[in-house]
């Protein structure tokens, strides 16, 4: 048998791998004692390897994924989760990730599938309160274990023949093998995930995990980056715990389209699949009901168009500065548009302070929306109610002149769907395509929407 030498804290009985001047369980100073830890020979079992097989005799089962009824999450999936795969998903503290996953167990238990709800973070008595307020009813398929040790849990799921896992969080739990080595240690957190994929890769039964991961001050996945690469599918989880929505992203999947998006709001009921963006994010006004300041575009979250109002609010301003305040967009980027509107719009802002949001708090990342934000501005400037089937997709360049934008025809075709009577996109930016409603009306320059529009100045 081979020695190793080891540190023991005559206190506590806490060990490292090296001599340390307090001991960071007990906190006594200089307990610290040199000990030789005796490390057995292997017992002579031979490995087995895995063959090589043919990539086209590889048998793929029919049932491949599990639907869990929330149509937004089983869109960014890619149709369901995987029987097989792993997940993680992460956000910043009080995001909805637990929410999320307990709303996922009570659907998957309804199915009559098995699920294990480990906990590292909370106590069962936590997580039951939760799932009494957000789930109509607690299925008898739900299984709790409240341990920071993986392998206690690694024995419930074989005790439970658990079909679905769930763990919260990937940083809290450590195996006894890696131990003086503590949770949320990097090598803790890679061999606890990888105790997991194997898990969930068995042959001989497989299982979907979903791993919750904690986030740094720096809004990115604690630990190492090789956790993202281990697992299939990393799932980002957006939004301020103050506001009701909530959206996921498809960081990565390996079953599904990277970059798709779902959206939810946070009700006292839990999170709510937000199933027809396109009504969500725009407001609901009577028949002729039209208000200045408002404008429709068209944006693209994952492979989907998704009908978005813009609103504005411009004032006269008594400073020398004018206030420039925008949620949904950055400010460079609006201060840009403002400079365009200006110059080649012809509507001095100089002196004005101007306020830019969106319905719903959708934020707006992609160039499209640009005209829209001007015509947004314009209107408000001008009192000029723009009427609320119009709608604008365009970028606009520092000439004024609009510029194409990709996907035009999926986002002219939602918003034919959604009974839109006009948009205004740049000339010769999209091929002829069969309407039902919408009038496509193309312009070269950003003056043009504004004389159709608000008239000439």
């Not at 080891?6 to 610290?32: D, I, P």
């Not at 509107?341 to 509507?347: D, H, P, W």
């Amino acid at each position: 048998m081979k020695t190793k030498t080891v540190y023991k804290c005559v206190e506590c009985g806490y060990e490292s791998l090296k001599w340390m001047g307090r001991c960071s369980e007990c906190g006594a100073w200089n307990s610290f004692e040199e000990a030789n830890m005796k490390k057995e020979k292997s017992n002579g079992t031979k490995k087995t390897f895995s063959k090589a097989l043919k990539l086209a005799n590889v048998e793929v089962g029919k049932s491949q994924r599990i639907l869990t009824g929330i149509q937004e999450f089983d869109r960014v999936m890619g149709g369901g989760i995987v029987k097989d795969s792993v997940t993680i998903l992460t956000s910043p503290p009080g995001g909805g990730k637990s929410t999320l996953t307990l709303a996922i167990a009570g659907k998957i238990a309804k199915q009559g599938k098995r699920v294990l709800y480990a906990t590292g973070e909370e106590s069962d008595s936590q997580i039951k309160n939760r799932a009494d307020r957000i789930l109509e009813q607690i299925h008898e398929n739900i299984w709790i274990i409240a341990d920071t040790s993986l392998n206690s849990v690694l024995e419930a799921i074989t005790e439970v023949d658990a079909d679905f896992i769930i763990a919260d969080s990937i940083q809290t739990f450590a195996l006894d093998e890696f131990l003086p080595a503590r949770a949320g240690n990097p090598t803790q957190t890679m061999e606890c995930a990888n105790a997991l994929v194997q898990c969930a890769k068995n042959k001989q039964r497989q299982r979907a995990v979903m791993l919750i991961g904690q986030m740094n001050k720096n809004d990115e996945m604690a630990g190492l980056r090789s956790l993202e690469h281990l697992v299939d599918t990393v799932l980002l989880m957006e939004g301020n715990h103050e506001e009701e929505l909530r959206s996921i992203i498809a960081t990565k999947n390996r079953f599904g389209s990277t970059g798709e998006m779902g959206f939810f709001t946070m009700t006292e009921k839990g999170l709510l699949s937000i199933d027809n963006p396109s009504e969500f994010f725009v407001t609901k006004r009577e028949e002729g009901e039209i208000v200045s300041g408002s404008t429709i575009t068209v944006i693209r979250e994952g492979s989907r168009p998704v009908i978005s109002e813009i609103e504005s609010l411009v004032s006269n301003s008594f400073t020398p500065y004018p206030s420039r305040i925008c949620e949904a967009m950055k400010k460079d980027q609006m201060n840009t548009l403002l400079s365009i509107l200006e110059q080649k719009g012809k509507v001095a802002l100089y002196d004005k302070n101007v306020v830019i949001k969106t319905t719903g708090g959708i934020k707006l990342k992609e160039q499209a929306v640009n005209l829209a934000v001007i015509m947004c501005i314009a209107s408000s400037v001008y009192h000029k109610p723009i009427p609320w089937d119009y709608a604008f997709i365009a970028d606009v360049g520092l000439t004024g002149e609009l510029k194409k934008v990709p996907s035009m025809e999926s986002r002219v075709k939602e918003l034919d769907r959604m009974g839109f009577v006009k948009v205004f996109i740049p000339k010769n930016s999209m091929r002829k395509i069969p309407l039902q409603n919408i009038e496509v009306i193309e312009c070269k320059t950003l003056i043009q929407v504004i004389d159709y529009c608000i008239g000439k100045k």
